[in-house]
């Protein structure tokens, strides 16, 4: 297994690139991580799209603003420890360093689990659907994940194996010790582009979407399809035992979705979604205001 730090210059052979970007952005008066400046133009894009969609799966923007407050600190927070209790020998001699975000070390599988989490916990105190608010988010989440492996290229990490031949789309690291180039595969990249790829399929399927849960249930099988053959080819991947909990993870739940969608493809549900009970109920809303003012009694003469 490599050491992220023990590497500088990164080359794309492919595209005739060799850079050596820097971990940080130093302004003087304070320094920057890239990987955290990355994860947070990745959030703010996704809330963004989020509040220009909101309208079309029956959501306020204030929902999704509010909603944010809640539930972003929730995800990062299980994304970290999600990292950290499956990596615990990293810092079981300084638990301390569990905070130290900024270094890295964020699973996005524990995102996942703690967005769900405080999205339904959210919808339940807001009393909105938490179906319709998951499928915004997931296809949301996905410009966040495109976005935020970037993170991992700043940082040298989440790179596959090493690779000998010539493969076209290999990586080269330059090792500071050996004063050499390394080839892998560049897994962020291939996950960053599976993860653009289903971004934008999703976000076409959505206009076409015929239940609450679809595009959720869609995103957990796409994104969980390419976490599977992905994990395969990672040498930092968190295990449980012999297996890799990612990967198993991910299979489970692509193949779990599936099986939903298949069912529900089927046996269609008659049940309306969400953003069209709400439009009805203020299409009725509407239209009592105008009874209501039709019937008020006229004033008479004396």
Not at 77 to 101: G, K, N, Q, T
Request: charged share 20%.
């Amino acid at each position: 297994m490599y050491n992220p730090s023990d590497y500088s210059t990164i080359s794309f052979p492919w595209l005739g690139i060799e850079i050596n970007p820097n971990r940080i952005i130093d302004l003087g008066f304070m320094q920057i991580r890239w990987y955290g400046l990355i994860i947070a133009v990745g959030l703010m894009l996704a809330v963004i799209y989020s509040l220009r969609r909101s309208k079309q799966f029956g959501l306020t923007q204030d929902d999704i603003l509010d909603g944010v407050l809640w539930i972003v600190p929730v995800a990062i927070i299980c994304a970290r420890l999600y990292y950290c209790i499956f990596s615990w020998e990293i810092y079981a001699a300084d638990p301390v360093s569990i905070l130290h975000i900024w270094e890295g070390g964020l699973a996005i599988y524990g995102g996942v689990i703690g967005a769900a989490v405080g999205i339904v916990v959210y919808c339940k105190i807001k009393k909105i659907s938490t179906l319709a608010v998951l499928d915004l988010v997931a296809i949301a989440f996905l410009i966040g994940q495109f976005i935020g492996r970037w993170g991992n290229f700043f940082n040298r990490e989440a790179f596959g194996s090493e690779i000998t031949g010539n493969f076209f789309m290999r990586m080269g690291l330059f090792n500071d010790y050996t004063q050499k180039f390394q080839y892998f595969h560049p897994t962020f990249l291939y996950e960053s582009l599976w993860n653009l790829m289903g971004f934008v399929l999703l976000h076409f399927l959505s206009k076409k979407r015929k239940y609450d849960g679809q595009m959720a249930l869609s995103y957990v099988a796409w994104y969980g399809l390419g976490r599977t053959l992905i994990e395969g080819l990672r040498t930092d991947s968190l295990y449980w035992g012999p297996f890799r909990v990612s990967q198993l993870l991910a299979a489970v739940s692509c193949f779990a979705a599936l099986g939903i969608l298949a069912y529900r493809w089927l046996k269609p549900s008659t049940k309306s979604l969400f953003v069209d009970v709400v439009a009805a109920q203020a299409e009725e809303g509407s239209k009592e205001s105008v009874e209501d003012t039709q019937e008020e009694p006229e004033e008479t003469e004396e």
